[in-house]
């Protein structure tokens, strides 16, 4: 039964989605007829146009997060890669970005694992996102190797250095999935 509320609850969520769409378009219609004959001013169009425009994108976000593991909390790992003490530093500038960005959306961040550099930065860091909806959505995009060119303030002669991180998202599953070992295999 709670499986099935679910889908219920995700079908009513786009139909909820949809009419807002579809009621904001039609006041944005009347609103400009209006405006045609000087009812109302060009101020109280522009206010019904950016409604229209939000209820658009809020459900064209909706559906860019469909996918089932998207609501889910994330595990987010950072590797420093090459680069040295320059890539520790750029992991450890992304770690504190992805810090910064959970924090502002609602996210509670744990860090599970976290190895130091040896002389700035980190070597790698394993967090934990969760709190918040979506959490894996957002992030999964972030999945890939980061590159970062700058003037290093760890090189004596003030060259151009480029550093290299990796970043894994992975969905933080929840105990409804069942994995079945078969005995046989084993």
């Known amino acids: 039964a709670e499986e099935q509320m679910k889908k219920v609850k995700a079908i009513k969520k786009w139909i909820d989605g949809y009419n807002d769409c579809r009621l904001k378009a039609d006041e944005l219609q009347l609103a400009f007829d209006f405006y045609k004959d000087e009812m109302v001013t060009e101020e109280e169009v522009d206010h019904d146009y950016e409604q229209a425009v939000k ?29 040295g003490t320059e890539a520790q530093d750029w992991a450890q500038m992304l770690m504190r970005m992805y810090m910064r ?11 599970s694992s976290l ?9 790698s860091v394993t967090m934990q996102i969760e709190g918040g909806e979506y959490a894996y959505g957002f992030l999964k995009s972030e999945n890939g190797v980061h590159r ?16 290299f991180a990796s970043v894994f998202v992975s969905p933080l599953v929840d105990d409804t999935i069942e994995v079945y070992v078969d005995p046989a295999k084993l």
């Open 101 to 111: 960005w959970a924090e502002a959306h609602g996210y509670k961040v744990t860090i």
């Open 55 to 83: 209820a658009i994108e809020d459900l064209e976000l909706m559906n860019m997060l469909r996918q089932k593991e998207d609501p889910m909390d994330c595990v987010l790992k950072i590797n420093s890669g090459a680069g």
């Open 115 to 123: 190895l130091d550099g040896e002389d700035a930065g980190i070597k």
């Open 148 to 163: 970062l060119v700058r003037v290093s303030p760890y090189n004596a002669q003030g060259k151009r250095m480029t550093s």
